[in-house]
Nanobody, 125 residues
Framework: QVQLVESGGGSVQAGGSLRLSCGAS????????MGWFRQAPGKERAGVAT???????GYAHSVKGRVTISEDNAKKTLYLQRNSLKPEDTAMYYC???????????????????WGQGTQVTVSS
């Protein structure tokens, strides 16, 4: 099993920045890809960014240029730096782990077996 715990969410004004963190524990050697998803009220969960075991990165078109995914292997932590935030970025953000390689793409949520509890990001205009 893999356990994921997110942190770093909060309330910011439009144009602001946040860095989300996701700590991983358990059998993390089985992880081939990690990703960030978000879900706004009344909307489906959507992929934001992925980072696989070989370092390939993928970003959703809607956030490209305003987001950076990275990891600290020593700390077993995945990060999502969000810049130039907009009100439409308001959502619950989830960290997820998959045993399937992402290869620079955004795998569907169904391909991620392990999920964190989420951290809320609220952007006001």
């Amino acid at each position: 099993q893999v356990q994921l715990v997110e942190s770093g969410g909060g309330s910011v004004q439009a144009g602001g920045s946040l860095r989300l963190s996701c700590g991983a524990s358990g059998y993390i050697d089985i992880i081939a890809c990690m990703g960030w998803f978000r879900q706004a009220p009344g909307k489906e969960r959507a992929g934001v960014a992925t980072l696989d075991k070989f370092g390939s990165i993928g970003y959703a078109h809607s956030v490209k240029g305003r987001v950076t995914i990275s990891e600290d292997n020593a700390k077993k932590t995945l990060y999502l730096q969000r810049n130039s935030l907009k009100p439409e970025d308001t959502a619950m953000y989830y960290c997820a782990a998959s045993r399937i390689y992402c290869g620079g793409g955004l795998l569907p949520a169904a391909n991620f077996a392990y999920w964190g509890q989420g951290t809320q990001v609220t952007v006001s205009s």
